[in-house]
């Protein structure tokens, strides 16, 4: 068998993994005690091998047992999410056990089975997001999640039979079409208060806008990444000069005013509304 360095091992398989796994691809015992020794790898429990620079976060939960999940396992799937909690959350699976006393961790037990190194699947992952973090986070991960075809055939099905029953109806209001967890956020809180924002819609001239509200009201969820630079805001103004010269009125809100001062972007919505035209 060729030899193989525990480094190497552990880089091609792009996690961290089981004595078994790393001997299959030709590392041996004594590699892998010389590697934990020389600080390129760390070994989270017996057994259990990981790449120096893992994520704390990882590397905790896999000392007991689990992997990493909630919001965490999230960012790890690539989901858009709002706020992460200060606990480290772990997934044990319906199977696992903790291996050692873990008071400072927040343990699921939610169905599957857990894989060394592995992220939560995405359903179950929604699901604990459900459980420890707001509506509004759970929301922005699920349009998240469905807008980049993360969750297989049957798999809203489940969440949507697993979920509180308060909460089953945003599945249901859920789109595919959100470009960000902004666009998410602003929508989902217009409908708490009544005002059905038209996403994704076509104007020509102008191209497509985030929302129109009412008869001729853009909203815009400006983004960091779309919106940031002089060249990117020379184009919006653009955008809202030729929306204005066919009637609309445009309304652009930042990051930090969605998600830090909800009231007025809800005052600036609402007294567009009652101006004429709308």
């Keep these: ?9 552990l880089r091609t398989l792009g996690r961290m993994a089981r004595t078994a796994e790393l001997k299959r691809l030709g590392v041996t015992e004594s590699e892998l005690t010389r590697a934990v020794r020389s600080g390129e790898v760390v070994r ?14 990882i590397v905790h939960a896999a000392s007991h047992g689990g992997t990493v999940g909630c919001c965490t396992a999230g960012l790890l799937h690539g989901l858009w ?26 343990i699921h037990w939610d169905e599957g089975k ?32 469905l807008r980049q075809s993360l969750l297989r055939v049957g798999d809203l099905t489940w969440l949507v039979a697993h979920l509180p029953v308060a909460m089953r109806w945003l599945v ?29 819609v076509w104007i020509a001239g102008v191209g497509e ?17 779309n919106h940031d630079g002089e060249d990117l805001r020379a184009k919006d103004l653009q955008r809202d000069a030729a929306a204005a010269a066919r009637g609309y009125q445009t309304l652009r809100f930042t990051y930090g005013m969605i998600v830090h001062d909800w009231q007025a972007v809800v005052d600036a919505i609402q007294g567009a509304l009652l101006q004429d035209g709308h």
């Excluded at 068998?1 to 091992?9: G, L």
């Excluded at 595919?176 to 005002?195: K, V």
């Design 1 to 9: 068998m060729t030899f193989t360095r525990a480094e190497s091992a």
């Design 44 to 57: 989270p429990r017996q057994g259990v091998y990981a790449l120096a620079g893992t994520q704390d976060r």
């Design 81 to 106: 999410i709002l706020e992460t909690p200060p606990k480290c959350h772990v997934w044990m699976g319906t199977a696992g056990t903790p291996r050692s006393s873990c008071e400072d961790c927040h």
């Design 114 to 145: 857990v894989a060394v190194g592995a992220p939560p699947p995405v359903r179950n992952v929604l699901l604990q997001i459900s459980q420890c973090a707001s509506e509004d986070t759970f929301f922005a991960a699920l349009e998240s999640a």
């Design 172 to 200: 249901a209001f859920a789109r595919a079409d959100a470009d960000s967890g902004l666009e998410s956020l602003l929508r989902l809180g217009l409908h708490r208060l009544g005002i059905e924002a038209r996403p994704q």
């Design 209 to 225: 806008v985030d929302f129109v509200v009412g008869a001729r009201l853009i909203i815009e969820a400006d983004g960091r990444a």
